[in-house]
């Protein structure tokens, strides 16, 4: 769908020949495993989030009233707490 919509793809992976990398227009690629059960490895979700992390402040830095519209949601956010 996203291709379809010429919308640019960013896949964010361990393996540069997975179907994620291979079908994204940029491939991010992690160096993190993790041992979880025996001799199996699994994508560390942290190096991803980290990733989306700094892309996400990399697009905000960019644009003040992005700053601004993120600090009114927090507090909209924040006051709905229980």
């Known amino acids: 769908m ?3 919509n010429k919308i640019k793809i960013i896949g964010i992976t361990n393996n540069p020949d ?3 990398a291979l079908n994204s227009d ?3 690629r992690t160096g993190v ?5 025996q001799n199996q490895y699994y994508f560390s979700r942290v190096a991803a989030f980290t990733i989306i992390e700094a892309l996400f402040l990399l697009l905000i830095k960019r ?3 992005r700053i601004e ?3 009114q949601h927090e507090k909209i ?6």
């Not at 495993?33 to 059960?37: G, I, M, S």
């Not at 956010?77 to 229980?82: A, P």
Request: charged share 35%; glycine share 0%; proline share 4%.
């Open 26 to 28: 940029y491939h991010l």
């Open 2 to 4: 996203a291709k379809k």
């Open 18 to 20: 997975s179907p994620i």
């Open 63 to 65: 644009d003040e009233k």
């Open 77 to 82: 956010v924040s006051s709905q707490k229980i």
């Open 33 to 37: 495993r993790q041992t979880v059960l």
């Open 69 to 71: 519209k993120i600090k």
